[in-house]
C-alpha cells in the first residue's frame, strides 16, 4: 500500500481530532447531538442501538470515536444534504462482513494481507480508520472488551465512515 502526501496531511488532522475528542465534555456532546440529530440523525439511532450491548465505560469510548468520525466528515457540504440511511449502512456492513467471512476461508498469510491491503487500498480515510484501530488498541474498555463484540463494532465503524465516504466522494 502506498501512503500519499495526502494521507500523511490526513493522519495529522486525525491527531488532531483525536486530541480535541479527548477533551470533550457534556457541552459538547449536548451540541453536537443536536446537529448531528438535524443533519445525521442515523449515527444517534447507532448510538442508541451499541447502549444495549456496551458497559458504560464502552460506550462512552464509541461514542467519542463516532464523533471524530462526525469531526471529520461534518464540514463537507455534501452531509448537510444527504443523510446516511439503515439500508446504506445495511448494505455496506454486508459487504464488510462478506469480506471477512471470505478472508475465513482464505489460505496463506500472504493471500489474505494482499486481500486486507487492497480493501483498505480502496477506503478513502485511511488515516480515519487507522485512528480508529489505535484507540481500539489503546483504550483499556475497549481492549477488555471481548474480541466478538470489538470485531462487530469495528466493522460498524468502518462501515459508518464509508457511508460517509459515499455521500461525500459520490460522483
Known amino acids: 500500500m502506498i501512503i500519499s502526501k495526502e494521507d500523511k496531511n ?19 456532546v449536548n451540541k453536537e447531538s443536536d ?68 478472508l475465513e476461508g482464505e489460505q496463506g498469510k500472504n493471500a489474505k494481507m494482499e486481500f486486507i491491503s487492497t480493501d483498505l487500498e480502496n477506503l478513502k480515510s485511511k488515516s480515519l480508520f487507522t485512528g480508529i484501530i489505535f484507540q481500539f ?3 483499556i474498555a475497549l481492549l477488555d472488551m471481548n474480541n466478538e463484540t470489538r470485531g462487530i463494532i469495528l466493522v460498524g465503524l468502518k462501515s459508518l465512515i464509508e457511508c460517509f465516504e459515499e455521500i461525500v466522494f459520490r460522483k
Open 137 to 139: 488498541n489503546e483504550k
Open 35 to 102: 446537529l448531528l440529530s438535524k443533519k445525521q440523525p442515523f449515527l444517534i439511532s447507532l448510538l442508541l442501538g451499541y447502549r444495549f450491548d456496551l458497559k458504560e465505560l464502552e460506550l462512552e469510548e464509541i461514542l467519542k470515536i463516532i464523533f471524530l468520525i462526525w469531526e471529520f466528515f461534518k464540514n463537507h457540504s455534501q452531509i448537510e444534504q444527504m443523510k446516511i440511511s439503515e439500508s446504506q449502512f445495511m448494505r455496506i456492513q454486508q459487504k464488510n462482513i462478506h469480506m471477512l467471512k471470505y
Open 10 to 28: 490526513e493522519s495529522l488532522r486525525v491527531v488532531q481530532l483525536i486530541k480535541k475528542i479527548e477533551l470533550i465534555d457534556e457541552k459538547y
